[in-house]
């Protein structure tokens, strides 16, 4: 199994962490549902104490999901640049070659940037190209075989 890169493990852990302040704001959401029925069944009539304690725990728990927003506030600036949409084209780039060996591959983030990686496979050797990508857009000319693999990411991009 090759090594992660850098990118997928911080992609893998902002993963995790995601789906941990998910359970954590469930589970808040849990806490808050039963101190609001304790709160409505004791109504106007109930002790004292037992309200100071329901407020007290009313607040704690505002707290706990104030932070886990703010946690997962802090998180969506960093995913934006992850790599969320990707298109891939095989195709022959010679003729004396077979098998579809060269490729066209698009990585792009949210905001519809990232690049598109070419690698052209030959008996002779192998000839690779990148070319950026901002907002959907080349900017150098593209083959039509990394428009289509730019194409395949956009419409991810667009689905989600």
């Known amino acids: 199994m090759p090594a992660l890169s850098s990118l997928e493990i911080l992609i893998v852990t902002l993963a995790a962490f995601c789906l941990l302040l998910t359970a954590v704001v469930v589970a808040l959401a849990v806490r808050v549902a039963r101190v609001s029925r ?38 969506r600036g960093p995913l934006q640049s992850c790599i969320r949409h990707v298109g891939v ?20 983030d949210t905001r519809q940037s990232g690049v598109v990686l070419s690698i052209l496979n030959g008996r002779d050797g192998s000839r690779g190209y990148a070319k950026a990508v901002q907002g959907g857009r080349s900017t150098s000319p593209l083959s039509e075989e990394e428009q289509e693999a730019l194409a395949q990411a956009l419409d991810l991009a667009r689905t989600r």
Do not use: K
């Open 89 to 108: 084209v095989r195709y022959d780039a010679f003729r004396d070659m077979g098998g579809h060996m060269s490729f066209s591959l698009a990585l792009l």
């Open 38 to 75: 304790l709160t409505s069944a004791i109504g106007n009539t109930g002790d004292g104490v037992l309200a100071a304690t329901l407020t007290r725990e009313l607040r704690a728990v505002s707290e706990q999901v104030g932070r886990v927003e703010s946690g997962l506030a802090e998180l």
